[in-house]
Every structure is written in structure tokens, then in C-alpha cells.
């Protein structure tokens, strides 16, 4: 887990500190670096399966060392790429990045017994709030107090170290008494409704929360308290961790859809309570104590339904769930603000979030249903 906690740093910086490259160094706007940002995520969401699909065949090792060697050149390169060549370039970058979070779901499968794997999935989700509240700060200090050109520079060989690391110590992928023999499955063997109405249950938080973020930062822009936004990113970390503690710590928690139906529902009503800062961040409280439980419940879900031939390709499409939520999430919610108000956009967040899920939903409660006897 610590293994796994050092290689996301570097992950969480990528996003903020190629803004300010793209913005600073290159004098492009934030549109631009947003696109940038964009093809990225798209890459990324469309390699993970396929990523996955490789550790599945070919074990972790070769895979890591494949994808960090590609991540490594990119990042180290990027600071003396034109624009239009970072654009060019990030797709594919995006598509061999090292699949951190599903590696780390795959290894805590191996290694943590059945009855065990929520509190491990529930810690796994906490060390990741951990690093999203050290990555982004650090990248973001390199990158004005020297330059974001080191800062990329030290995104690539933060990977490098990684690569080497995780290549080193080779954590297992699979369990001692998990013997895989023949074939990989067909995909409608083991994609069913119950597997894709998970995936749209993830994709549907990381909507949630990636157009929550953006509409806390509208709102602090409005009260003119953007200087507070760390607090409170790091207040909403900390009760998410402490949602995660709890989830991970009860013998008996609450189902992933429940989890997610609290998340979206107890985003709406944040908008009312902006009108400070220290206001908004305990309002956004009650449903980032349900954040870090839902993601940890949906990697529960995903690793129970995922048969271990395919455990990896399976981890895979969840990761480009979530990352497509959150592609989706933030340009939605961004466009309700920009036609609304910051308070609305909470509004937005929660209910764009519940229609993603809902389909998810949907799909569970048909597999529930009894099919009908014919006379």
C-alpha cells in the first residue's frame, strides 16, 4: 500500500502542473490546457481495459515496465514539446500510463482474505485522498517557486523510480489457491448486468465529485475566498477518509447503490450554505463522508463479479468509468454554472451524477426481478 501510495503522487500532479505549463510557459489559456488535459483522460479511458487485459496474460512485470518507460518519456520530454505536439502526443500517453489505482485493487485482491477486503478496499481509497491532498501541492510548489518545466521533469522521473520499484518488488496479481488454466472467457461470460450497472454506479460518483470540486471553486470565486480552496479540499479529504475509516471498519456497510444515493443527495443542497468559506466546507461534509465508502464499495463489487482470468481487464473498465465520469462531470457541471449560479451547480453535480448511476440502477433491479413463468 505505501508502494502503491508513492506511485499515484506523481499521477495526482499531472493535471494541475501541465496547466500552468500550458498557461505559463507556452502562454496558451486555460481552454487549451484543458484540452490537453482532456486527450489525456480519453487516452486513458480508452487504454486502461486493454492495459488490464495485457497484465491478465502477460503478468505485471512486462506491462509496468512498458507503460512507465512510455510515461516516463513523455513527462520528461514534455517541458520541449510545442503545443500542438503535447496535444498530439497526450492521447497515447494517456493510453500507456501505468494503471496505478487498478494494480493496486488487483494486489489487495491477492493478498487480503474475502472477509477482509472491504477494510483493505476502504484503506486503499483513503491512501488515494492522501496523496490527491500532497501530489497536487507539491506539483503546484515546484512549479512556482522554480518552474513548471522541472516540475514535468520531476512527474518523469518520479515515474521512472516507480516503475523500477514496482518492477522490483512484483506484487502479486492473483492468489496462491487462484489457478488460472486455458482460454480468457468471452466477454458476455462474465460482462453482465450486474458488472455494468457497477461500472455506471462509478462512473456516476466521479461525476458527482469531480463537478462538486468545480463548483466549490466557482462559489469561493464569488465570495472572492479562492485563497481558502486548499482548506477546504482538505476538509472534504478528511471526512472522506474518516467515511472511509468507518466503512472499512463496521462488520456489515451500507450497498453501493445506498452509498451513492447519499453521495449525489447530499450534494444538492450544498449550493444554500456558500455564502463563506468555512460554511461551505462543513456543508460539504455529510457527503464526502460518503465518498471514499462508495468508491471503496464499487471496487468490492467490481473484484466479486470479476472472474481472476480477467480480474485485471475487468479492473481496467472500471478505471475508464470513473475517469470518463469525471471527464464528463466537470465541462457539464462547468456549463450549468456558467448559465446559473455556483449554488446551482451543486445542483447539477448531484442530480447529472444520479442520472449516470441510474442507469446502473436500473440494471440491478431488472437482474433482481423474477422473470415471468410462462402458462
Not at 120 to 144: H, K, N, Q
Amino acid at each position: 500500500m505505501l508502494l502503491m501510495f508513492l506511485t499515484r503522487l506523481p499521477m495526482t500532479a499531472m493535471g494541475l502542473t501541465l496547466t500552468l505549463h500550458v498557461v505559463t510557459d507556452l502562454g496558451r489559456g486555460y481552454g487549451a490546457a484543458g484540452l490537453v488535459g482532456t486527450a489525456a483522460t480519453l487516452g486513458s479511458a480508452l487504454g486502461a481495459p486493454l492495459v488490464g487485459r495485457l497484465i491478465d496474460r502477460h503478468g505485471l512485470r512486462p506491462v509496468v515496465a512498458t507503460c512507465g518507460t512510455a510515461s516516463t518519456a513523455y513527462w520528461v520530454s514534455a517541458p520541449h514539446l510545442s503545443y500542438v505536439a503535447l496535444v498530439a502526443v497526450a492521447l497515447p500517453a494517456g493510453m500507456l500510463a501505468v494503471p496505478a489505482s487498478s494494480i493496486s485493487r488487483q494486489v489487495l485482491t491477492a493478498l487480503v482474505p474475502v472477509a477482509l477486503r472491504r477494510s483493505a478496499y476502504s484503506l486503499d481509497t483513503i491512501s488515494l485522498e492522501s496523496s490527491f491532498m500532497i501530489g497536487p501541492a507539491a506539483g503546484i510548489a515546484v512549479a512556482t517557486q522554480v518552474s513548471a518545466s522541472v516540475a514535468l521533469t520531476g512527474i518523469g522521473v518520479c515515474f521512472a523510480l516507480t516503475t523500477v520499484a514496482l518492477c522490483w518488488f512484483n506484487p502479486p496479481i492473483r492468489r496462491l489457491d487462484e489457478v488460472v488454466t486455458g482460454s480468457r472467457p468471452p466477454l458476455r461470460d462474465w460482462l453482465g448486468r450486474r458488472l455494468v450497472a457497477t461500472l455506471f454506479v462509478g462512473g456516476g460518483a466521479l461525476f458527482c465529485l469531480a463537478g462538486t470540486e468545480l463548483a466549490t471553486l466557482a462559489a469561493l470565486r464569488v465570495t472572492g475566498e479562492v485563497g481558502w480552496t486548499g482548506v477546504v479540499i482538505a476538509v472534504m479529504c478528511v471526512a472522506s477518509a474518516a467515511g472511509g475509516i468507518i466503512h472499512g471498519a463496521v462488520r456489515r456497510s451500507l450497498s453501493q447503490p445506498t452509498l451513492m444515493l447519499l453521495l449525489t443527495l447530499l450534494v444538492i443542497p450544498v449550493g444554500l450554505f456558500g455564502q463563506s468559506w468555512w460554511l461551505l466546507a462543513i456543508a460539504l461534509v455529510p457527503m464526502n463522508v460518503a465518498c471514499a465508502p462508495t468508491l471503496a464499495a464499487t471496487a468490492e463489487e467490481v473484484s466479486a463479479l470479476a472472474p481472476a482470468r480477467v480480474r485485471g481487464e475487468a479492473m481496467g473498465l472500471l478505471d475508464s468509468a470513473t475517469r470518463l465520469g469525471m471527464a464528463t462531470g466537470s465541462p457539464a457541471v462547468g456549463f450549468a454554472i456558467d448559465h446559473s449560479s455556483p449554488g446551482l451547480g451543486f445542483v447539477a453535480a448531484g442530480l447529472g451524477g444520479l442520472v449516470v448511476a441510474a442507469v446502473g440502477l436500473g440494471l440491478r433491479l431488472r437482474v433482481r426481478l423474477p422473470k415471468p413463468v410462462n402458462a
